[in-house]
């Protein structure tokens, strides 16, 4: 049997790149905070007042991920959770004064480093890369929350 093109390989590819984003992240914008722990901020900027379920969901982190992100965050001073006044068994996130700080720091950092990262692409292309992208990530996500049980190829 010949071995695989792993090319062709949609998981081997993203691992690929998941590695180059992760270099270029820490050389590049930050090795105290980590790409998700940006995103969450990115979304809090964005959105002020968010729990902490919802933030999971804009970002895609499940609820363990996210809860940890959260906490990291929290203990670094960037984010003040508030008790909510209609539901007081969750909290609201918003970012404190640092945390915005943080955010707009890095924010001119992620933007250099996207420049880097998508250098090989024309304009064009990384229309198509996106959407492309996106499309794979939305149907990931599905398969994460399947309304019916997935079924297996024999």
């Given at each position: 049997?010949?071995?695989?093109?792993?090319?062709?390989?949609?998981?081997?590819?993203?691992?690929?790149?998941?590695?180059?984003?992760?270099?270029?992240?820490?050389?590049?914008?930050?090795?105290?905070?980590?790409?998700?722990q940006?995103?969450?901020?990115?979304?809090?900027?964005?959105?002020?007042?968010?729990?902490?379920?919802?933030?999971?969901?804009?970002?895609?982190?499940d609820?363990?991920?996210?809860?940890e992100?959260?906490?990291?965050?929290?203990?670094?001073?960037?984010l003040?959770?508030?008790?909510?006044?209609?539901?007081?068994?969750?909290?609201?996130l918003?970012?404190?004064?640092?945390?915005?700080?943080?955010?707009?720091?890095?924010?001119?950092?992620?933007?250099?480093?996207?420049?880097?990262?998508l250098?090989?692409?024309?304009?064009d292309?990384?229309?198509?890369?996106?959407?492309?992208?996106?499309?794979?990530?939305?149907?990931?996500?599905?398969l994460?929350?399947?309304?019916?049980?997935?079924?297996?190829?024999?």
């Amino acid at each position: 049997m010949a071995a695989a093109d792993l090319t062709t390989h949609p998981g081997h590819l993203a691992r690929r790149l998941q590695q180059a984003h992760w270099l270029l992240w820490n050389t590049m914008v930050s090795e105290e905070i980590t790409s998700p722990q940006y995103a969450v901020l990115n979304t809090l900027v964005d959105e002020p007042g968010l729990d902490q379920r919802t933030v999971g969901e804009r970002v895609g982190l499940d609820r363990s991920t996210i809860a940890e992100v959260i906490s990291r965050l929290s203990r670094r001073g960037l984010l003040d959770k508030v008790r909510d006044p209609q539901d007081g068994r969750r909290s609201l996130l918003r970012l404190t004064d640092e945390g915005a700080r943080t955010h707009r720091r890095l924010t001119v950092r992620t933007a250099r480093m996207n420049q880097v990262f998508l250098a090989p692409l024309s304009a064009d292309e990384r229309t198509v890369f996106f959407d492309l992208l996106r499309r794979v990530a939305d149907a990931a996500e599905n398969l994460r929350h399947p309304e019916e049980p997935l079924a297996v190829p024999r």
